[in-house]
């Protein structure tokens, strides 16, 4: 079995609600200190339209999760453990907080 290092938590958002994702993200950085990555207005590597990453700790996860699950608002979530076999933590080690969308997995190659 592989080893979890951290979660990605990537919040997706189109021009409409890019304001009310940078919120969650920024209020997510202050909430539990988890690092917040640049905000993406165009697909980023397997994403599939804008989004904006959080480092999530393996001890915040419990946290960090159920916080999204309520102040998420409609935005779609994608978040993901890191292994080292991107892959796998992009298709099998998944979490969506509201709809899926289809990823670009050939990026991943």
């Known amino acids: 079995m592989s080893t979890i290092s951290e979660y990605h938590a990537h919040v997706y958002f189109d021009a409409a609600s890019r304001a009310q994702a940078d919120s969650l ?11 917040v990555g640049r905000m993406h207005d165009k ?11 959080l480092t999530v700790k ?4 419990a946290q960090v ?8 608002r409609g935005l779609t979530v994608f978040a993901h ?18 709809p899926s969308e289809s990823l670009k997995l050939s990026a991943l190659s």
């Open 81 to 98: 453990a890191q292994t080292g076999n991107a892959l796998k933590d992009h298709t099998e080690h998944v979490i969506w907080l509201g």
């Open 43 to 53: 697909p980023v590597g397997p994403h599939p339209r804008g989004s904006c990453q």
């Open 58 to 61: 393996i001890e915040q996860l």
């Open 25 to 35: 993200c920024k209020a997510a950085g202050e909430t539990f200190g988890v690092k």
């Open 65 to 72: 999760l159920p916080w999204l699950v309520l102040n998420r």
